[in-house]
């Protein structure tokens, strides 16, 4: 791992700058995904068959998942996964409630309501990658905030496959998706996005995908919601001398375990600890499957930067803005106050991230790339619309008349002023 | 106006082939766009001189737009406009407070928190239009909800000009904006984004622009947040034989009056309100200022829609997913549970859309082109963030190890599982 010292001014620098090259945009993609979308635009289903014979080498013939696929699922599903699904979910939902919203109104004045509504979105989509990357914990963490807001019908697409994964199609059941297509890539989000014979138009997209994906949300975007287009996963731990190297070591290689470019950064301001945890990441890569993918993403994108004090600490942390944020500290939730910018925060020394990343209830679709400084976590909110309303009544909008006519014409409207001038009792 | 009949059905295609027309992207400016930005992250300052000089004609040697320039536009604002400003503020803070959000926490089982904290997001910028499009009220509304939600700093930028409109900088004072800079166009956006020698990065940017502005911030989308990318305005009535022709004539028109591409869209079950609502229309059209604005508008943009009842009328309507609706019948509040997508509700037929505009409180920042299927009014919630927070002590984490760990396991994560494990008190 990269040492980082000096000022906190200084180590602000170096990471303002590894930032902007993460947030570097990929336009590789871009010819080739606005060509894959017009064709599915304007072809709708043949253009899906077509691109999935070419991309995943299969012959569809139903794009529809059907219900007796899903039964046989669950059937052929692990005892043991199925139940610690179950948990997690019932863990996932007691969370999201909280996060239901609820409209306000009042009547400031004589005449006049104002108010908010809340609406869930309609429809809404969700990607499911296919392959090695399904993870049936990602199903339930995109589809529960959904239906806990309302949504009235929720389309899953992941991509065709002899044997789909039983968890996949267990998740998506048991999380409430409606219908389930078997298309990716691309040509999958294109049809959420513009509708095909057989696939419906949706409100929002959201789920996690390769770069034709990512590429595709983004341009589909203004014409459908979208949730984020996510960077490379992240953990940020915050960690004294109290800390547990082993502890602190296996988190740390949990994350970089994804991909070769997750990113790992421990921020102490002890030494000692550095030392030490750089001593069990080597002890344990030894022995972990995936070393190939973490000892890579670890040397190149692992970070260790030596601060001053808890202060300094928490300043750097707010610059580094991670998705995941790890405070491994004895009194961990005292220094809660200090969070500014996080996705989100697992406290003390036997919070580790993976048990927000299956099962705590906490959503694990999260903001990467420093951009907790300004989005949040996957949730309820991203489901719903607030919808304002604004009621007056005569004796009101005449009340009202000089400062909006004033205003109007002070801004070189007139069909402004008009509007309200015509409501005017002498008129 | 262009009238719609036909069942449902038929209008709703037609009305989403209207939408997908609006919603073709306009990639033109996007070359010019992308050079700028890179010139303004390379030379900073410098840059920014070298475009205003190009682009404004101007001269720059302060940045800033200084205390004296704010304290003298407020001896020169007309008293009218002044007091009117004032009003506005009140209610649109009173409105807006109402939307801020707390946090919760839960203790779900034992040994376990769980919770979510509201944070403000640190720093915003506000980009302001020039020359006529520079509106007060826009001001006010996009930096009200930030101040509201507890932004620590607030930066405007707007165009450079020999004299700026007074009632501009004095709503930016009366609002809270921190700090106002001279510049303008996809190079203030940039400054904005990467900052420069003397303008702060931020870490969001709202506020409306032509193509140049808007192109720019879809290109800085991700490195900071944006609001959303607006496109031309527009208003749905909602009208019955109740409803007065010359206030809907009215009111479509000062919708009209904004740009040759806002759309003005009435839905009816009366063909005589239809009639007497076109033939109002013509003749406030004889004598109104921006007639060579609105006549175009109307023309091209128009709509009538026809519809069976009261269902259809809201079933239609929905469809069209309107920024400002209006509901003019007489027991319009009735109705709102019928608003599935809108931005801005005016209920009855004295609540004229400028009212909303200008005044009452609600937000006149909205999601256009059928967006509000998935997106809402700018808001005190777009200036916060939601971060998540879980802490588990060690008994909770064993008694969850099973889960956790089959999840893991299943996935093939076996980092995620040892980070499990190795908190187990065996070990």
Redesign the interface.
Known sequence: MKRLTGTNDEIAKILSQE??EL?K?NLDAEATVREIIERVKEEGDEALRAYSKKFDQVELFDLQVSDQAINEAFDKI?R??L???Q??KA?IE??HK??L?TG?E?Q?SQG???G??I?P??RVGVYVPGG?AA???SVLMNVLPAKIAGVKEIIMITPPQKDFNP?ILVAAKMAGVDKIYQVGGSQGIAALA?GTQTIPKV??ITGPGNIFVATAKK?VY????IDM?AGPSEIGVIADETAHP??VA??L??Q???DVRARAILVTDSEELADAVEAEIER?LQT???QTI?RPSIENNGRIIIAQDADSMFELMNLVAPEHLEIAMDK??DY?DK?????????????????????????HVLPT?A???????L?V?DFI??????????Y??NQ?E???T???Y???????????E??HDKH
Chains 1, 2 share one sequence.
């Open positions: 930032q902007l947030s945009e692990d043991d996964v139940s610690a699904l948990n997690a863990n007691s969370y909280q996060q919203e306000f009042d400031p006049v309501i104002r908010q509504l609406r979105i309609e090695t993870y049936p914990s968890a513009y409100d929002k341009l203004g014409l459908v919601g287009i082993a502890y296996a988190d290689l949990s970089a375990e994804h344990q972990l499957p995936r973490a961990a939730y809660l969070v500014q910018n996080a996705g989100s925060v697992f406290l003390g020394h036997y919070t580790s991230e993976p048990i927000g990343d299956y099962y705590a209830g906490a959503n790339t951009t907790s400084r300004f989005s949040s976590a949730g909110h619309k607030r919808i304002q309303y604004t009621q007056y009544d005569q009101a909008v009202a000089k400062d909006i004033t205003l109007a002070a801004e070189g409207l007139q069909a402004h002023a008009r509007a309200i015509v409501r």
